[in-house]
């Protein structure tokens, strides 16, 4: 069974910076994509930053350069490095991956953190 749990969500100001994290657990035999969404209250779920195999990485137009992904292959993580937050940025941040596992093809989602931009 494949796990995805992320972290270094909080409470930033405008301005600041914060990187979360997500560690995936499990029989993975293959990952064909990886990425970060978010969900704002009151909107829908939306991508981030995606990362697909090759290690081709994209960020969205709308955080405009802000956000980096970047992966740990060594320690199974992912990663997204967020500068210069706005308060429009709140939101639950969750990772996502397709992958390849024991019982076959799974999209797989963590739990979610969140990450407050208020000042």
């Known amino acids: 069974q494949v796990q995805l749990v992320e972290s270094g969500g909080g409470l930033v100001q405008p301005g600041g910076s914060l990187r979360l994290s997500c560690a995936a ?3 993975i035999f293959s990952i064909y994509a990886m990425g970060w969404y978010r969900q704002a209250p009151g909107k829908q779920r939306e991508l981030v930053a995606p990362i697909i195999s090759g ?3 994209k960020s ?4 405009k350069g802000r956000f980096t992904i970047s992966r740990d292959n060594a320690k199974n993580m992912l990663f997204l490095q967020m500068n210069s937050l706005e308060p429009e940025d709140t939101a639950v941040y ?3 991956a397709q ?3 024991g019982s076959g093809y799974r999209e797989v989602w963590g739990q979610g953190t969140l990450v407050t931009v208020s000042s």
Request: charge should be negative.
């Open 25 to 27: 657990s499990g029989s």
């Open 99 to 101: 992958v390849e596992a």
């Open 94 to 96: 969750y990772c996502n």
């Open 55 to 57: 290690d081709s990485l």
């Open 60 to 63: 969205a137009d709308f955080v």
